[in-house]
């Protein structure tokens, strides 16, 4: 039950410093179906759209921007371990303090070496590239500052309930 509680309450203090902020945590105005991401910089991931459905729009081009469903984030892959900077800690965790990626999505591995990753430091100050981020269930502490002037941010998914810390000025 005290869990639930912290989640809940986690995620309404995730939105409220975000629409803070000006971002949009959540933007419902097209379906899952018609959105598109450009993860990690490169190409484009898509959903396929139903055949019941007609495309929003008549060109074959697709959607791109930042207008991601949570929906849509829980489906990309993980990054690949390169795409960070990591510490190995003696207690067999895994401690993310930068990120090398230059997409607009982190999704962020659960695993790295064969070791779970449990928290992210400071892993995304400062950086005005990334509009989205997944975060796996592995993750128990966000430090501070972790997410901190991040002016893009607009949608953080906190996969599981083991998130039990959250550090100052982390979002």
Known sequence: MKTKLFVTLLAVLILLTLAACGGSPLNSAAP???RTASPRGG???TTAPDSTETPADSTDEPQTGGDYTMEALLELPEDDADDYVYYEADDGNVYITRTSGAGEIAVIPS????KPVTQINRAFLNNN???AVVIPE???SIGDSAFQ???KLEIVVIKGENLTSIGEQAF
């Open 111 to 114: 695993m790295i070496n064969g």
């Open 138 to 140: 592995t993750v128990t």
């Open 129 to 131: 590239r990334i509009k």
């Open 43 to 45: 190409g484009t991931a």
């Open 32 to 34: 899952a179906n018609d």
């Open 149 to 151: 002037a991040n002016s």
